[in-house]
């Protein structure tokens, strides 16, 4: 009989305790964080499987997001310019997740530190948040255009035409 009280003790503590443990934070602060997002580039070089996809765009202006702000382990003078620029990635990497966006086209940064705070480096950007939607196969009349659109890619395209019932089906490899 003890043992039954004990057991149904210990289940009751241990349910009341529960959601204590879910909500506690971590105590210790962030000493390194990588962190990254996707921006568009205007040139594309290689396709593994040609796909297509629109851009919705989220908003018709460009937004500002930030400041968002990184410590400095040392002065600034001390540091590089791809420390810099991996904190930028940072920051694009958080404007991305303040849109709710899947990239930010044509992003402008600017990153600073303030002479009364020179162990902070503070990073704005300014963009277009697009979120990929309508992702299709490329075709070949697709795949020729961007062969227009950069003339330089240089593009190798494979197009099967078997299928059941008449349908097409297309393969394109881009080089």
């Not at 003890?2 to 909500?23: D, E, G, H, M």
């Not at 963009?127 to 299709?136: A, C, E, L, M, S």
């Amino acid at each position: 009989m003890k043992s039954r009280i004990l057991l149904s003790l210990a289940v009751a503590v241990l349910a009341s305790s529960a959601p204590a443990f879910a909500q506690k934070k971590d105590p210790n602060p962030k000493k390194f964080e990588r962190a990254e997002a996707r921006k568009i580039s205007p040139e594309v070089r290689t396709f593994v499987t040609p796909q297509i996809f629109d851009m919705k765009m989220l908003s018709n202006s460009r937004e500002t997001f930030g400041p968002y702000y990184f410590p400095l382990d040392q002065s600034i003078g001390n540091i590089s310019i791809g420390e810099i620029r991996n904190d930028e990635m940072r920051a694009l990497y958080r404007a991305c997740q303040e849109a709710d966006a899947d990239a930010i086209i044509e992003p402008l940064f600017d990153s600073y530190v303030y002479e009364k705070d020179t162990k902070m480096l503070i990073v704005e950007l300014s963009g277009f948040p697009v979120k990929y939607t309508n992702f299709r196969p490329a075709t070949k009349a697709e795949i020729d255009m961007i062969g227009v659109v950069y003339p330089t890619t240089q593009t190798s395209v494979s197009v099967s035409t078997e299928g059941q019932q008449g349908q097409q089906g297309q393969q394109g490899i881009v080089k």
